[in-house]
DNA sequence: TATCGTGCGTTCAATAGATGAACACATCAG
DNA sequence: CTGATGTGTTCATCTATTGAACGCACGATA
């Protein structure tokens, strides 16, 4: 499943470093080479990604991968996206969190343990 | 999977309403039946709910979920680890918002479409 | 040339998790 | 007795993810 999550990590990822390989990416991403590869595929399915090859300095050959104009606006926009639905759950925590503090047992009471 | 949330929204929503049916608390979480009945399996296995059938009034039978001494214990600790998991999910959100507003094309400019 | 070792993207059988239709059962209404 | 209703339970099916294994292209070495 390809997430506006992943479409945005991978993006920034790559714009940064484009010759970043598939694993390190799998790495980065804390996700499987599998479920990379695939995302990275549909990216450049739809045009916003573009992959060529090309010589490693005098060692291997290896692998660029290219934001296209269209890419970069895609990359725009799945940022303001992204960032939206992230103030969204920031505010959500925020009632979370109050009402998991209501459902808490009495914890005025002494300052012990101060374990953090 | 039986995870701290599930196990925190089950045992409040137990505890608020023993009489609560699988399928209310499956749309109430926003889960199958299926799962639903697996996380309750699961709770009443570890000991910290119990099942009973009892006559509902005059109509039907139904059961009663209600938190063992040890599920009251249950709940409280769980509680307090999923606040501290939301608390810390809440700074992280305030870190990954900063990033991604950094990672936005300049938005001071106009302020055309007011959107929202 | 021939054979390794290395690192790349790619594949795909296997696994894990979640789903919800279908089932057995118990009660009430007629 | 029969049908309708509302339980919990099951499990075949699906979806998403995983990661070992593969083919390929080099550079290095014999």
Same mark, same amino acid.
């Given at each position: 499943?390809?997430?506006?999550?992943?479409?945005?990590?991978?993006?920034?990822?790559?714009?940064?470093?484009?010759?970043?390989?598939?694993? =390190?990416?799998?790495? =980065?991403?804390?996700? &499987?080479?599998? +479920? #990379?590869?695939?995302?990275?595929? $549909?990216?450049?399915? +739809?045009?916003?990604?573009?992959?060529?090859?090309?010589?490693? &300095?005098?060692? +291997?050959? $290896?692998?660029?991968?290219?934001?296209?104009?269209?890419?970069?606006?895609?990359?725009?926009?799945? #940022?303001?996206?992204?960032?939206?639905?992230?103030?969204?759950?920031? =505010?959500?925590?925020? &009632?979370?969190? =109050?009402?998991?503090?209501?459902?808490?047992?009495?914890?005025?009471?002494?300052?012990?343990? $101060?374990?953090?």
């Amino acid at each position: 499943m390809l997430t506006d999550e992943y479409r945005y990590k991978i993006l920034k990822l790559v714009e940064e470093n484009p010759e970043i390989s598939q694993r =390190e990416i799998a790495k =980065e991403l804390g996700i &499987s080479l599998g +479920k #990379t590869n695939f995302c990275l595929k $549909a990216l450049i399915e +739809k045009g916003v990604l573009k992959a060529n090859n090309f010589r490693n &300095s005098k060692n +291997k050959l $290896a692998y660029i991968y290219k934001l296209t104009p269209q890419g970069i606006e895609e990359k725009a926009s799945v #940022t303001m996206r992204f960032l939206k639905q992230k103030m969204k759950q920031y =505010e959500q925590l925020q &009632s979370e969190i =109050e009402q998991l503090k209501n459902d808490l047992p009495i914890l005025e009471k002494t300052n012990s343990n $101060a374990d953090e």
